[in-house]
Nanobody
Framework: QVQLVESGGGLVQAGDSLRLSCAAS????????MGWFRQAPGKEREFAAG????????DYADSVKGRFTIFRDNAKNTVYLQMNSLKPEDTAVYYC????????????????????WGQGTQVTVSS
């Protein structure tokens, strides 16, 4: 069992930056890659960024590529999402989630393959 707790959300203005954190506890190990998803009001949850826990490979949705960076600190069992040049359309609840490394490469964008989820943190970007 893995527990995930997100933090760092808030209200910012367009163009600002924000860093989200996802602290993992429980049976955390290199068997899991991590992803950040987001769900805007009235929309389905969508993939934003992903990272292998031990391999360093990262993946991004086109909508955030070049503005968001996912990275991790294995010593702290924490994954981060650095969000720069925020736009109003980035407004959403952001969730971190864990996916087995064995399926990450083929399924990192699919929320159905993620087995553990955090409770989410709200990010609101005003124009």
């Amino acid at each position: 069992q893995v527990q995930l707790v997100e933090s760092g959300g808030g209200l910012v203005q367009a163009g600002d930056s924000l860093r989200l954190s996802c602290a993992a506890s429980g049976r955390t190990n290199s068997n899991y890659a991590m992803g950040w998803f987001r769900q805007a009001p009235g929309k389905e949850r969508e993939f934003a960024a992903g990272i292998r826990w031990s391999g360093g490979r990262t993946d991004y949705a086109d909508s955030v590529k070049g503005r968001f960076t996912i990275f991790r600190d294995n010593a702290k069992n924490t994954v981060y999402l650095q969000m720069n040049s925020l736009k109003p359309e980035d407004t959403a609840v952001y969730y971190c989630a864990a996916i087995p490394n064995t399926v990450y490469s083929s399924s990192y964008y699919s929320e159905r393959r993620y087995v553990y989820w955090g409770q989410g943190t709200q990010v609101t970007v005003s124009s």
